[in-house]
């Protein structure tokens, strides 16, 4: 069955410590994927999206994410995070000629301030 | 982009009634989600709403316990029937906007709990 796995539940950092969360997924064609953020008692927001081309893309906020098909992962980075973005991060997959997302299991990251 | 609305925000309800949650857009769309997120966890598509058809319902899911209405390209609802304690969960209603972008949006989401 299609899935798309999220490793990391719960990540805590520091103000300014690099971030990097893990996505999976389990798809053997052609998919476009996403990262959506959830801030505390807001909407999902889309936070970026791969469809095709540069593997990695950019987003808001100062968040990348690389698309490597050989590993079917789509791993979302920042170099340095503030305590702004304390949210719960999605992993979405939508296998092309399919019409529905899958979604990830979600990490809640926690930014100390 | 699509900017769209849920009512109610939130409700409790009593076992074995029935809520029905309506979800509105600003704009026409032709796919409209709806999903569950439950405590914790992560969301969960229930069904696709066609509009003029009969919604088409993920595995686990059935249109006696969620029926779904999709009267024109702008609103849905989602009926959560003879409820118990189990569907207490975030009702989400998202929507997916045509051309090249094929970008997702999701409502505020109605928060439900059954007592």
């Known amino acids: 069955a299609q899935s798309v796995s999220q490793h990391n539940h719960h990540v805590i950092l520091s103000e300014a410590a690099s971030l990097e969360l893990g996505c999976n997924y389990s798809y053997g064609g052609t998919v476009n994927l996403f990262w959506y953020v959830q801030y505390p008692g807001q909407h999902l927001q889309l936070l970026l999206k791969?469809?095709?081309?540069?593997?990695l893309v950019k987003g808001i906020k100062g968040f990348e994410a690389e698309f490597i098909k050989s590993k079917f992962s789509f791993n979302l980075r920042k170099p340095s995070v503030q305590w702004s973005d304390t949210a719960e991060y999605f992993c979405?997959?939508?296998?092309?000629?399919?019409?529905?997302?899958?979604f990830g299991s979600g990490t809640r990251l926690s930014i100390r301030p | 982009s699509a900017v769209i609305s849920q009512k109610p925000s939130r409700d409790i309800c009593q076992r074995g009634t029935s809520l029905t949650i309506q979800c509105q857009v600003d704009s026409q769309v032709t796919m409209m989600f709806w999903y569950r997120q439950q405590p914790g966890q992560s969301l969960t598509l229930i069904a696709t709403?066609?509009?003029?058809?009969?919604?088409?319902?993920e595995s686990g899911f059935v249109i006696d316990k969620f029926p779904i209405s999709r009267p024109n390209l702008t609103f849905s609802t989602l009926t959560v029937s003879n409820m118990s304690p189990e569907d207490s969960s975030i009702y989400l209603c998202?929507?997916?906007?045509?051309?090249?972008?094929?970008?997702?949006?999701f409502g505020p989401g109605t928060r439900l709990t059954v007592l």
């Open positions: 979405a997959v939508n296998p092309l000629r399919r019409s529905k997302i899958i």
């Open positions: 709403a066609n509009q003029g058809s009969e919604a088409t319902y």
């Open positions: 998202s929507v997916r906007t045509s051309g090249g972008n094929n970008e997702q949006f």
């Open positions: 791969y469809f095709s081309g540069d593997p």
